[in-house]
């Protein structure tokens, strides 16, 4: 069985970075794509990025291109969404994801396993 633990959200200013961590056990962490999602109140659950098993392909919404990016280390079982120039509206729940393939996607369904997520909140 494989388990996700987020961790490094917290509250920050606006223009402030933060990098969220994903630790992943129980598995082959090489064996899986692995995905950062986000979901604010009232609202659908948001793709942000997704990382191939080797990082070799990556994916990014719209709305974290040129502020975040995804990466992994496979010798710690870690992911990582390093998040630059928050702004108000990056304000959410961010939740880690993990699929047994060898095909990145953005789509929330298709991922197997989630974490408990990580509140990020960005005001003034």
């Known amino acids: 069985q494989v388990r996700l633990i987020e961790s490094g959200g917290g509250s920050v200013h606006p223009g402030d970075s933060l990098r969220v961590s994903c630790t992943f056990y129980?598995?082959?962490?090489?064996?899986?794509?692995m995905g950062w999602f986000r979901q604010a109140p009232g609202l659908e659950r948001e793709f942000i990025a997704a990382?191939?098993?080797?990082?070799?392909?990556?994916e990014y919404a719209d709305s974290g291109k040129g502020r975040f990016t995804i990466s992994r280390d496979n010798s710690k079982n870690v992911m990582y969404l390093q998040m630059n120039d928050l702004k108000p509206e990056d304000t959410a729940t961010y939740f880690c994801?993990?699929?047994?393939?060898?095909?990145?996607?953005?789509?929330?369904?298709?991922?197997?396993?989630w974490g408990q997520g990580t509140q990020v909140t960005v005001s003034s």
């Open positions: 994801a993990a699929i047994n393939d060898r095909e990145i996607s953005a789509r929330p369904d298709a991922y197997e396993y």
């Open positions: 129980g598995r082959a962490f090489t064996d899986y794509v």
């Open positions: 990382i191939a098993r080797w990082g070799g392909t990556r």
